[in-house]
């Protein structure tokens, strides 16, 4: 597949905005003292919650190296629909599989909770040979990079403890790499902030404002033009881990 359009293109951008509602579950469920396991599920919305845009079901391992650092891996199935001015998805969705590694470093700077995940992504996306129909045929393989730094901080006291409410926030940068990127290297980037609540230690809920800008891999056909998606709205998370040991943890 070949692209053209990116930083350098001389041909003004078309923006195109969408209104989001994303709901995300995520669990990390204790095996072991030192290993979990993560499952996550993502519902994407847009026109609020009034039209599908993607979906998102994530599986893999977690292990803890020491207080400060985690490593993870896994698989993600990601499916995007058809939605806003410039679709890049017409007729039926398209699928995409994923695997993934990433590292995560934690640190606290008083009662402020800081970390950083760089994850690495390898993308099978489907390709059908007729536009919106039609069976894949074929699956186009990208590489991505992504870092995120993200916050919490107590609202009611020097940590966060149970019953207790705090904010968090975070910003995640998406750069894709490979011979089928093309130019266009910056993917997108999501900018996140809102106030949560824990109700134990394994169990929190966060309503967050999001942005999200991202850059389309191809030029809009009819204009040759770049298009970028200007995306705003509301991120509802559920956080909810699982003790699988049996108090067996040391």
């Known amino acids: ?21 994303w709901v995300v579950y995520s669990g990390d469920h204790a095996l072991s003292d030192q290993w979990a396991l993560h499952t996550e599920y993502q519902l994407r919305r847009v026109k609020v919650l009034g039209a599908q845009q993607q979906h998102l079901a994530r599986l893999g391992l977690v292990r803890q190296l020491t207080d400060r650092v985690t490593v993870s891996g896994g698989y993600t199935y ?9 679709p890049t998805v017409s007729g039926l969705p398209q699928p995409e599989h994923r695997l993934y590694e990433d ?5 606290a ?6 970390e950083q995940r760089l994850r690495l992504e390898q993308r099978w996306v489907g390709q059908r040979a007729e536009e919106g129909a039609g069976r894949v045929q074929a699956w186009e393989y990208q590489h991505r990079i992504r870092y995120q730094l993200a916050g919490s901080y107590p609202l009611q006291g020097p940590t966060i403890d149970d019953g207790e409410w705090y904010l968090n926030a975070f910003d995640e940068l998406f750069i894709s790499f490979g011979r089928n990127v093309g130019n266009n290297i ?12 824990q109700f134990s230690d394994n169990a929190k809920v966060e309503l967050n404002y999001l942005n999200q800008v991202t850059q389309h891999a191809e030029p809009n056909p009819a204009t040759g033009r770049p298009v970028f998606e200007i ?20």
Do not use: K
Request: hydrophobic content about 35%.
């Open 1 to 21: 597949m070949t692209v053209t359009a990116g930083f350098g293109q001389a041909l003004p951008r078309l923006l195109d905005h969408n209104t989001l509602g």
């Open 78 to 86: 990601f499916q995007t629909h058809e939605y806003g001015r410039y």
């Open 103 to 107: 590292v995560t470093l934690t640190d």
């Open 109 to 114: 700077f008083g009662p402020l909770q800081l």
């Open 186 to 197: 910056f993917n997108q980037n999501r900018l996140s902030g809102g106030l949560g609540y």
């Open 231 to 250: 995306n705003n709205g509301f991120r509802v998370n559920i956080l909810y881990d699982l003790d699988f040991t049996g108090g067996q943890q040391e």
